[in-house]
C-alpha cells in the first residue's frame, strides 16, 4: 500500500520542529576547526566547523573579528532548520578558542581590562643620568651580562643593584612582584629594568601575569622593561613606563643620557680642535701676508732711485764747474791773443815787419827757420815772400 | 765716509731738494759768477753727501731689521 504523498514544506517543517523538540540539539557545544570564514553585508558571520571527516555549517547573528580560519573552537549554540532550502545550521552563541589560542584569547580579554582602566598610559619619565640603576634579572641569565657589558660601554659613575630573580617557572613571579616591592621600599634606585633573555611562549609568559602588572603600575620608581626578542611583547610591557625588544636595547636606553652626552662632547672637542687649527691657520696666513704687505711699503726701489739721481746731481754739478772754468780759460785765452795781436799792430804801425812763415806762425826761435825756408814779410800794407839763404844765430852779452 | 757740513739740512728731503735747486741754477753757467759757482759746488757737494748717507744708513738698517726679526 502507498503513503499518501505529502509536500516537501510539510516534510521541512515536520524536520523543524522535530528537531527543535530535542533539548540536546537545543543546547549544543560542539568542537571543530572553523574554515571558510566570511561576513555578510548585514554583519553576520558565517563559517564552517569541521572535523577530520564531517563539517557543518555556522552562523553568528553578530560580527566576529576574532576568529580566523583555522582556529580550533568550541562552539555554544543551537541547531536550526532552514526550511526554505531543507538545510541545517548550527546558531552560534559563542565561540571559544581552545589550546593555544584559548590562552591568547584570555590573554587579550586581560589586555582590554587594563587598558581600560588606564594602566597602559603610564609614561614616567626616565632619569636622564641615572646614578643608581635596579635591575630584576636572574643573576645568571644571559640577560644580565649584555646588560652590565652595555652600561660598562659608557664613562659614568653608576651603582648597580641586581635582584636576583627566578625568571622561569612559576615562582619567578613572586620574585619578580617582590623586586619591585623592594626597590620601591627603599627607593635608593632610580629607575628598574626588568629584564630576561629570549625563550619560549610559555618561558615569557609568566610576564603576563596580572599581579606583576598591577605591581609595575604601582611602582613609583620608572621601570624599563627588556624581555625577550624583539616579537614577543608581554603584558608588563604595555604597563612598564619604557619597553624595549632587548635586555641590551633597554640598557642602551637608560644611559642615552650618558652616550648623548659622550657624543656630544667628542663633536665639541672635534669642532673645538678644528676650529682653533683653522683659526691659527688662518691668522698665520694673514701674518705672512702682513709681513708682505709691510715690506712692501718699504722705499726700496725709492731708495735706488734717489741714489741715481744723486749721482747725476753730483755730475752735473761737477760738470758745470768744469765747463765754466773751461769757458773762462778759453775766453783768457782769446783775450790774450787779442791783446798779443795789439801789440804787433803797434809793430807795424811804426814800420817793423812781423815776420812769419808760410803757415803764419811769426818767427820767434831758431828753430822755426832754415835754409830754403818760405818765409812772409809783413808790412803794415804790403807782404814780402822771400825764401831763406842763411841763418846764423846771433849771441847777445848778457848784462 | 766724510762728515762736513752735514747738519745743516733737518731731513733727507731738505737737502735732497736743495741739491735739485742747486742743479737748476746751474742750468745756465753763464748767469752764474764764478764765486757763485763755487759756493753753489760746495753747497751741493755737502747736500749730496748728507743724502747719499742718510740712503746708505736706511739700507744698512732695512738688513738689520731682516736680520733681526725674520
Redesign the interface.
Known amino acids: 500500500m502507498k503513503l499518501k504523498p505529502i509536500k516537501v514544506s510539510q516534510l521541512n517543517q515536520f524536520i523543524k520542529k522535530y528537531l527543535s523538540s530535542n533539548s540536546i540539539l537545543n543546547n549544543l557545544r560542539v568542537e571543530g576547526e572553523i574554515s571558510n570564514l566570511r561576513t555578510s553585508k548585514t554583519g553576520y558571520t558565517y563559517f564552517t566547523l569541521c572535523d577530520d571527516s564531517s563539517c557543518i555549517n555556522c552562523v553568528c547573528f553578530y560580527t566576529d573579528s576574532i576568529s580566523k580560519n583555522g582556529d580550533k573552537v568550541v562552539i555554544d549554540g543551537e541547531l536550526s532548520v532552514y526550511e526554505a532550502r531543507g538545510s541545517y545550521q548550527i546558531i552560534v552563541k559563542s565561540i571559544e578558542r581552545i589550546g593555544m589560542g584559548k590562552i591568547l584569547q584570555d590573554l587579550e580579554l586581560l589586555k582590554g581590562k587594563l587598558k581600560a582602566k588606564g594602566m597602559f598610559e603610564k609614561n614616567k619619565p626616565l632619569p636622564l643620568y641615572p646614578e643608581n640603576i635596579g635591575i630584576i634579572t636572574s643573576k645568571t641569565g644571559a640577560a644580565i651580562k649584555d646588560i652590565l657589558k652595555t652600561f660598562e660601554s659608557v664613562k659614568a659613575n653608576i651603582e648597580i643593584t641586581i635582584y636576583n630573580a627566578l625568571v622561569q617557572g612559576d615562582n619567578s613571579k613572586q620574585y619578580i612582584i617582590d623586586g619591585i616591592k623592594k626597590f620601591n621600599e627603599d627607593n635608593v634606585v632610580d629607575v628598574i629594568l626588568i629584564s630576561r633573555g629570549g625563550g619560549s611562549f610559555e618561558d615569557l609568559n609568566i610576564f603576563n601575569d596580572i599581579n606583576i602588572a598591577e605591581e609595575a603600575f604601582k611602582s613609583n620608581i620608572p621601570i624599563v622593561t627588556g624581555i625577550g626578542h624583539e616579537s614577543d611583547r608581554t603584558l608588563i610591557d604595555y604597563v612598564a613606563d619604557v619597553y624595549c625588544h632587548t635586555p641590551t636595547a633597554a640598557a642602551e636606553r637608560i644611559i642615552r643620557g650618558y652616550k648623548d652626552i659622550q657624543t656630544k662632547l667628542e663633536s665639541l672637542i672635534y669642532n673645538l680642535k678644528s676650529s682653533t687649527k683653522n683659526y691659527i691657520n688662518i691668522k698665520s696666513s694673514e701674518l705672512k701676508s702682513s709681513k708682505y704687505i709691510l715690506r712692501s711699503y718699504?722705499?726700496?726701489e725709492e731708495?735706488y732711485t734717489?741714489?741715481n739721481q744723486?749721482e747725476n746731481?753730483?755730475h752735473?754739478?761737477?760738470n758745470?764747474?768744469e765747463?765754466?772754468?773751461n769757458?773762462?780759460d778759453y775766453q783768457l785765452n782769446i783775450m790774450r791773443e787779442k791783446i798779443i795781436n795789439n801789440n804787433y799792430n803797434k809793430q807795424l804801425e811804426k814800420g817793423l815787419p812781423i815776420v812769419s812763415n808760410d803757415i803764419g806762425n811769426i818767427i820767434k826761435d831758431i828753430s822755426q827757420v832754415n835754409e830754403k825756408t818760405l818765409l812772409n814779410i809783413n808790412f803794415k800794407d804790403f807782404i814780402i815772400t822771400a825764401r831763406t839763404i842763411s841763418v846764423k844765430e846771433v849771441k847777445h852779452d848778457e848784462k | 765716509m766724510m762728515k762736513n757740513n752735514n747738519q745743516n739740512y733737518d731731513s733727507f728731503e731738505a737737502a735732497f731738494e736743495e741739491l735739485k735747486q742747486i742743479v737748476q741754477n746751474l742750468e745756465d753757467i753763464d748767469d752764474v759768477s764764478i764765486d757763485e759757482m763755487l759756493k753753489s759746488y760746495e753747497m751741493g757737494m755737502s747736500a749730496y753727501s748728507f743724502c747719499m748717507e742718510k740712503l746708505e744708513d736706511t739700507q744698512k738698517k732695512i738688513k738689520i731689521i731682516d736680520s733681526n726679526f725674520e
Do not use: D, S
Open positions: 718699504l722705499p726700496l731708495v734717489k741714489k744723486l746731481y753730483k752735473f754739478i761737477k758745470q764747474l765747463t765754466k772754468l769757458k773762462l
